[in-house]
């Protein structure tokens, strides 16, 4: 009788799996990059780029209410390598 792998693939949090995977740098970056991309959002509401930075606002947003339930930014094992994509579109 073969005893049952028990593996965890990812935690179920951005910000959790960040954390484990990147290290504190790895989580501060992430953090960073969604304050300044919100940062420029909100700069832009109001001006010509209105409707642009409310897609922005709710694309980000939404990316993180989803990431506080389902780590999102996982590539799927059946993508392949680069290396095997890039084998296959090259012309022979």
Excluded: D
């Excluded at 073969?2 to 179920?12: A, V």
């Excluded at 740098?25 to 992430?30: E, K, P, Q, S």
């Excluded at 590539?75 to 680069?82: A, K, L």
């Amino acid at each position: 009788m073969t005893r049952p792998r028990f593996r965890i693939p990812h935690l179920h949090n951005n910000v959790i799996q960040l954390l484990a995977e990147r290290g504190v740098l790895g989580l501060v970056a992430y953090l960073m990059l969604q304050w300044l991309f919100l940062r420029e959002c909100v700069r832009a509401w109001g001006g010509p780029a209105t409707k642009y930075a409310e897609i922005g606002v709710v694309v980000a947003v939404g990316l993180a209410a989803a990431g506080m339930f389902e780590f999102n930014f996982a590539i799927p094992r059946s993508s392949g390598s680069c290396s095997t994509c890039s084998r296959s579109l090259s012309p022979s």
